[in-house]
DNA sequence: TTTAATAATACAAACGGTTGTATTATTTAA
DNA sequence: TTAAATAATACAACCGTTTGTATTATTAAA
């Protein structure tokens, strides 16, 4: 093993040339302003010594560092790695690279995460709030500061001077439920999540809304707000409902894919036939639905486009850097995705 | 939304207090040589004004980033997700950040990334090379700059100087087949991989292996070296090999989750019952081998772990700048878990 | 007191680039 | 040939820190 080496820095070529090294640095930029002999020498005097530019001294000196922060609730979540790929994809073409951060689902994460970006790490940052995030001003610090901020999915509030990728959640529970009515289900029972989360608020809405457009019963029995945020504890809460329904439901709108899932496991397990006896949908179109069996009908996010979406947005944010940047808002399209459990 | 501020800098808060630039870094660095009373002010003045550490400047003084390059091969698998989650917490604790880059799994990419994280961005780098890798000078390269460097699952090939963190697919591969042959199978299908590349080659030696011991006769017709990269051809590929079996297996084992899980579709639809008429054992604990219905038994690789002890092994070369450092290699034990499968 | 020892602070170089301006070399026009 | 115009390069400040050394202020010892 050869012993480290020290780095090859401008200076090493100016002097071995000797030219001044802000010849150097213009030459390696191709800069018109150097002879085209002399660039020439450059390159090659640099490349045979192995020169690597320094990434840090760049940006201490241009004021960029070309780097993304994404601070996501967690990693094991398919939804939210769907999306880095679609901010790291369209990030990589406009030379970004990304630095992502997991808040953990911890409020306390979230803020420490962006106050280790606000200190220059980054040029800007897309955000997905946690649950637990209910006051914003550690956001609006960070956009004071001129960094350009995007948020994504979890929005509870807009915040004045981020932009926002949002999907239309009550909507798309809407044109769920809408499509189990017309069906011609009659007892259509709704999974839900904890109900002061704003998502969950929105799906459940969107089926309270298409159940009475439709003139359907809405019945108690047939709702259930899953309070755990374990999954252990989900499943056992899935159980104990649809072991105790007064009623036979005919179909079950679910509003995550692990509700819809663990709903069609404890069916199945109760001697219920899918679709046959009844139908299931989930919400999210990630990870298990496809491959169970039966498959599972899914309301398909554009999980992707919602990451291109948001690189976009902040990119978009760098290039124009005359303040006051007031918001723009996305809400992104859902669609059904039919497969056997329907 | 009012004007960007310029951001406060030691020299704004050193002016204020008529006090040199030194002595403020000095005195938010806590260092005893600034006067106590002195420190206060300062840390007092420093809050006031907002003060924010600029980290890029922090890092070109220094010398040190604190960021940890980690390069996989894609997102969207939850082995790699649930290694950067051991990196990152092991990480977190050690006050480190983690940059991730996929190399979607092309050699070219993972090229890129590498020399990108060369210019200084990191201060290390965790690497699982793309299974098209099969020349490492670009990773000795960089080993020879100096930057410690720590590999991790897919190695083809051990490299001077960097460390190394693996399972061991043969012993689990064997312990699998094992079991199965003690239950008393007499035929079991093997499903595997590409047979050029090392993890297969392993696997299906551990198979092999297991059945020599137990003096089970081999059969080719129950052997199946998958040739696809692509999900989609997979599903085809075990399909038509089940379709088309001149023997009646009584037990599988697949060489990854996903073949498992394939697998025990194919069979479910021809008719088969799991585990009646036959056992199905994974490799890999991750995604849906546990909620399918039949839970598939697996061989659990400690993905977390090996994330920490990669992150681990990193900055103890970052702790031991003396070289040469030659190679640690940390070879980790996987574990059966029993499902309905078997 | 006056000096020596020490505590507190200031100065300035360094980290490795970028970039505006000054200077020198070369070409063009008169 | 010489002045003016322009091309090529050099100089030096700057980005915001850290840190070794020099300097000044304070305290302790003589």
Same mark, same amino acid.
Request: net charge neutral; with cysteine.
């Given at each position: 093993?050869?012993? +480290?080496?020290?780095?090859?820095?401008?200076?090493?070529?100016?002097?071995?040339?000797?030219?001044?090294?802000?010849? !150097?640095?213009?030459?390696?930029?191709?800069?018109?302003? !150097?002879?085209?002999?002399?660039?020439?020498?450059?390159?090659?005097?640099?490349?045979?010594?192995?020169?690597?530019?320094?990434?840090?001294?760049?940006?201490?000196?241009?004021?960029?560092?070309?780097? &993304?922060?994404?601070?996501?609730?967690?990693?094991?979540?398919?939804?939210?790695? =769907?999306?880095?790929?679609?901010?790291?994809?369209?990030?990589? =073409?406009?030379?970004?690279?990304?630095?992502?951060?997991?808040?953990?689902?911890?409020?306390?994460?979230?803020?420490?995460?962006?106050?280790?970006?606000?200190?220059?790490?980054?040029?800007?940052?897309?955000?997905?709030?946690?649950?637990?995030?209910?006051?914003?001003?550690?956001? +609006?610090?960070?956009?004071?500061?001129?960094?350009?901020?995007?948020?994504?999915?979890?929005?509870?509030? =807009?915040?004045?001077?981020?932009?926002?990728?949002?999907?239309?959640?009550?909507?798309?529970?809407?044109?769920?439920?809408?499509?189990?009515?017309?069906?011609?289900?009659?007892?259509?029972?709704?999974?839900?999540?904890?109900?002061?989360?704003?998502?969950?608020?929105?799906?459940?809405?969107?089926?309270?809304?298409?159940?009475?457009?439709?003139?359907?019963?809405?019945?108690?029995?047939?709702?259930?707000?899953?309070?755990?945020?374990?999954?252990?504890?989900?499943?056992? =809460? &899935?159980?104990?409902?649809?072991?105790?329904?007064?009623?036979?439901?005919?179909?079950?709108?679910?509003?995550?894919?692990?509700?819809?899932?663990?709903?069609?496991?404890?069916?199945?397990?109760?001697?219920?036939?899918?679709?046959?006896?009844?139908? !299931?949908?989930?919400?999210?179109?990630?990870?298990?639905?496809?491959?169970? !069996?039966?498959?599972?009908?899914?309301?398909?996010?554009?999980?992707?486009?919602?990451?291109? +979406?948001?690189?976009?947005?902040?990119?978009?944010?760098?290039?124009?850097?005359?303040?006051?940047?007031?918001?723009?808002?996305?809400?992104?399209?859902?669609?059904?995705?039919?497969?056997?459990?329907?």
């Amino acid at each position: 093993m050869p012993l +480290k080496k020290r780095r090859v820095k401008l200076e090493d070529i100016a002097r071995k040339l000797n030219v001044s090294i802000a010849t !150097v640095s213009r030459a390696l930029d191709e800069n018109p302003r !150097v002879k085209l002999s002399t660039r020439e020498k450059v390159l090659k005097m640099a490349k045979s010594m192995g020169y690597m530019p320094n990434q840090i001294a760049k940006s201490l000196s241009s004021g960029k560092t070309n780097i &993304i922060g994404v601070i996501i609730p967690r990693y094991d979540e398919p939804f939210f790695i =769907e999306v880095c790929r679609g901010i790291d994809d369209y990030a990589r =073409e406009h030379n970004y690279k990304i630095l992502i951060s997991s808040s953990r689902n911890s409020f306390e994460f979230e803020r420490d995460n962006l106050i280790a970006f606000e200190r220059g790490l980054v040029d800007g940052i897309i955000l997905s709030p946690t649950h637990e995030t209910e006051i914003f001003t550690h956001i +609006k610090n960070v956009i004071q500061q001129g960094i350009p901020v995007v948020l994504f999915d979890n929005i509870r509030e =807009e915040v004045q001077g981020a932009d926002h990728v949002l999907i239309d959640d009550d909507k798309a529970s809407f044109n769920a439920v809408e499509f189990l009515i017309k069906k011609g289900k009659k007892n259509i029972a709704f999974i839900g999540g904890i109900i002061e989360k704003k998502v969950f608020q929105d799906r459940f809405k969107g089926y309270l809304e298409a159940m009475k457009k439709y003139n359907m019963t809405i019945r108690e029995e047939l709702i259930l707000h899953c309070k755990s945020l374990d999954r252990e504890y989900e499943d056992i =809460e &899935i159980q104990n409902f649809f072991n105790n329904i007064p009623i036979q439901p005919d179909a079950v709108f679910a509003c995550t894919d692990n509700y819809g899932l663990l709903s069609m496991k404890t069916l199945l397990k109760s001697g219920y036939k899918i679709p046959e006896d009844i139908s !299931v949908i989930g919400f999210g179109d990630l990870g298990l639905g496809e491959v169970y !069996v039966p498959s599972m009908t899914c309301i398909a996010q554009p999980t992707y486009v919602m990451g291109q +979406k948001a690189a976009e947005l902040l990119i978009k944010q760098f290039n124009e850097p005359n303040e006051p940047h007031l918001k723009n808002v996305i809400k992104l399209k859902t669609k059904l995705v039919l497969r056997d459990s329907t």
